[in-house]
């Protein structure tokens, strides 16, 4: 007569031989299959270790293109500059090719007004590129252009970043009461400047400029 533990043996033998039989069924239908998961596993991994390393290489790239670039501005080589900036523009990573768009136009500025307000406006209006980066090319752009544009223009071109949650509201404004001002429409210029000296957060530079023009305007009787 078996023992109570030789039937437990027993049972788990047989109960281990029933496991083996399954599993043995398991890889015979579905084992290709398993092979193939772990294969494209490991090749998905090393995929994207090996574009983690390209993109860390490009912008490493971009980045000393860069310097570069900003080394020629710095020694006077301006259209060797352009071009350094043109090309990162075209070739650069993401980030770097925004910031080498806002360069590029910067050093156009000395050279080529026009092109340099056409480069600043086409930032201004790329949807790619933040807010605060469209803001300021178009804020440049106006820098270029408030001897000769129209305050109607102007009035155009920054109304939109003088509200209170935009980055270069209070340079926008300034820029836009200096305008009105230079046309003549001291009534614009002076809802301007009232702007910039009311508002507690306008910077002190921002608030001395404004109350100067604003005894221009008093001083001219037009206020």
């Not at 090309?87 to 650069?92: E, Q, T, V």
Request: charged share 25%.
């Amino acid at each position: 007569m078996l023992g109570q533990e030789s039937v437990a043996d027993i049972f788990h033998e047989v109960d281990e031989e029933v496991r083996r039989e399954q599993l043995k069924k398991l890889w015979e239908r579905y084992g290709t299959f398993i092979i193939v998961g772990c294969v494209l596993i490991i090749a998905a991994v090393g995929g994207w270790r090996g574009y983690e390393w390209w993109e860390t290489k490009k912008a490493a790239e971009a980045g000393a293109a860069f310097e570069q670039a900003v080394t020629l501005t710095e020694a006077g080589k301006h259209q060797e500059a352009e071009a350094a900036f043109g090309k990162l523009a075209s070739d650069g990573t993401a980030g770097y090719r925004v910031l080498a768009r806002l360069r590029e136009a910067a050093e156009l500025a000395s050279t080529d007004r026009a092109a340099a307000v056409k480069g600043y406006d086409q930032i201004g209006s790329d949807g790619n590129a933040g807010q605060t980066i469209r803001d300021l090319a178009s804020l440049r752009a106006a820098y270029l252009l408030v001897d000769s544009a129209s305050y109607a223009d102007m009035l155009a071109r920054l109304e939109p970043l003088t509200a209170p949650d935009r980055a270069f509201r209070y340079s926008a404004r300034e820029l836009l009461a200096l305008s009105a001002w230079k046309a003549g429409d001291m009534s614009a210029a002076r809802k301007w400047t009232d702007m910039i000296t009311t508002d507690p957060q306008t910077p002190p530079a921002a608030r001395s400029r404004a109350e100067v023009l604003s005894e221009l305007i008093a001083a001219s009787g037009k206020g």
